[in-house]
């Protein structure tokens, strides 16, 4: 923010102070108040050299770097009255779910078409289901282009959305020409700031959604809004933040469970929050109480793995999918809930 010395600046002026921010990539924003305008720097208004061309100015008295780091992300943006809309259902306004299996089996596409058909049955919004995976060993299943063939068909077959990983721009390529309408981005990646950029670009024009992950090493929320922030940027604003658990882990559980990040995260920023309980606790014995803890805690809605037969599932699903009917019983509980916590507003 551009703090001039005198209530409003020139033509001559605003043209000095515009072309010097011009000359690193911002634009100004002039917003007029009852006795003296301000001056928005659009951009990376972080610059030094670029602060100290402006405060060199005789008119300017000093330039206030805004104080949120994520200036579109941020609660009190422009952007905060948009709604992300996910097959045609806007975040935010009832519980949302994802659910599906972790990775699609390419070999046994029958297993993720019962589950696609069964998920939608249990109340799900969008189907999950892993087409590349990042497998910490590189001798495990690493996934198959030919699994998004079953995704999609799936996706014909029950008229939902689908979602599904992305981890370099053959995958970002080949998602989007299939029509992949929420495309991942894992907790491996999210720190992954070319791969955001590229998607960001990939999408701009486009009405696709991310889910983006919490890192598996995130410590400040701010570290999380900003990955979001990149993707935002470059002009689609359909970002959902998905908690899903950071190292070190809790023992006895995969992860560190993160869900009591919501609210703050809220607070900050005006982008839907979906949590992820099946990686942040990786027992399926444990997802229904972290489902639940996750929408006490004022979550916008759940991503869980689930799987007609886990045992038969490859990735996660043996020991984390619930199976159709547990995640029946957490939607219903997690609709019950929600409506509490909305009559506590009233
Ligand atoms: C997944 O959703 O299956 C997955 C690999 O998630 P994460 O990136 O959170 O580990
Ligand atoms: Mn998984």
Known sequence: MIIPNVNVLSDGQLKEV???????????????????????????????????????????????????????????ATLSTHRVKLGGVELGREPFFFAGPC????????????????????????????????RSNPYSYQGDAKALLVLMEASRQTGLPVDTEVMDEEHLRLALAEGVHCLQ??????????????????????????????????????????????IVQLGNP?????????????????????ESIVPLLKERTWAPVVVDPSHAVGKATYVPAAALAAIAYGADGLCIECNVHPSQGIGDDPKQAVTPEVLKQIIFQARELWRIRRSEKS
């Open 185 to 230: 981005v894992g907790a491996r990646n999210s720190l992954n700031y070319a791969l955001l950029r590229q998607i960001g670009q990939a999408i701009a024009d486009r009405d696709t959604c991310v889910l983006l992950k919490r890192g598996l090493h995130m410590g400040p929320a701010q570290e999380f809004i900003a990955a979001a922030e990149y």
């Open 18 to 76: 515009t072309d010097i921010v011009a000359a690193f990539g911002c634009k100004v924003m002039v917003i007029n108040g009852q006795e003296r305008s301000i001056y928005a720097i659009v951009g990376d208004e972080r610059n030094d050299d670029m602060v100290t061309k402006l405060e060199g100015l005789a008119y300017i008295d000093r330039v206030d770097r805004i104080q949120s780091p994520h200036k579109l992300m941020d609660v009190r």
């Open 238 to 258: 359909n970002v959902i933040l998905c908690p899903r658990g950071t190292q070190p882990a809790l023992d006895g559980y995969r992860n560190h469970p993160d």
């Open 103 to 134: 990775t699609i089996d390419p070999k046994n596409p029958n297993v993720t078409i019962e589950t696609a058909h069964a998920v939608k049955e249990a109340g799900a919004h969008v189907l999950r289901g892993g087409v590349w995976k990042p």
